[in-house]
């Protein structure tokens, strides 16, 4: 069972949840937006079994959105997340939403199409046409898009930053 969280998340809402799911032979992994923890809505810190950008909502068999103002904005902003949720809901697998988690899906079913950037390069230019090309419509409808960098340079390409200077060895 996804768990999906975020600074803010009440840790008070996933009071027994584990151990309601551990009861009945279910395994929970907490997702959150980057490996680590996330800070409670409480004030302490929940540990997260793994960032939700290195899975996909179909290896579960449920998910849950548990309750935090604060967590579920960020939630609600963060397009894997809701991504995560609509694709959980397309394919029909059970969501279980905990106080304001109900925003979540509201989110999910309004906004049928996400496109989002990775954050290490989309003020370059050629992320910025990649957006606009998806965005154009010349694709049709793209529910998910990814992209990364392979960084594949030749041995003699000189690939430093401008100004870069060599530290001398001593």
Avoid at 58 to 77: F, K, Q, S
Avoid at 78 to 105: N, Q, T
Avoid at 111 to 136: D, I, M
Wanted: aromatic share 6%.
């Amino acid at each position: 069972v996804a768990v999906l969280v975020a600074d803010g998340v009440a840790a008070t809402s996933l009071a027994g949840l584990e151990e309601f799911l551990q009861g009945h032979d279910a395994v929970l992994d907490v997702l959150g937006p980057v490996d680590g923890a996330v800070r409670t809505a409480e004030g302490g810190m929940l540990p997260v079994s793994r960032a939700m950008s290195t899975v996909s909502s179909v290896l579960y068999d449920a998910v849950v959105v548990p309750d935090g103002d604060e967590a579920v904005t960020r939630l609600i902003g963060d397009g894997l997340a809701l991504h995560f949720v609509a694709e959980a809901y397309k394919h029909a697998k059970p969501l279980a939403v905990l106080g304001m988690g109900d925003r979540m899906v509201e989110a999910a079913r309004k906004y049928k199409r996400v496109v989002q950037v990775g954050t290490q390069q989309r003020s370059g230019r050629h992320f910025q046409e990649a957006v606009a090309f998806v965005r154009s419509g010349k694709l049709g409808d793209v529910f998910l898009c990814r992209t990364w960098i392979t960084n594949r340079y030749r041995a003699d390409e000189d690939v430093r930053a401008p100004g870069w200077q060599a530290r001398q060895s001593m």
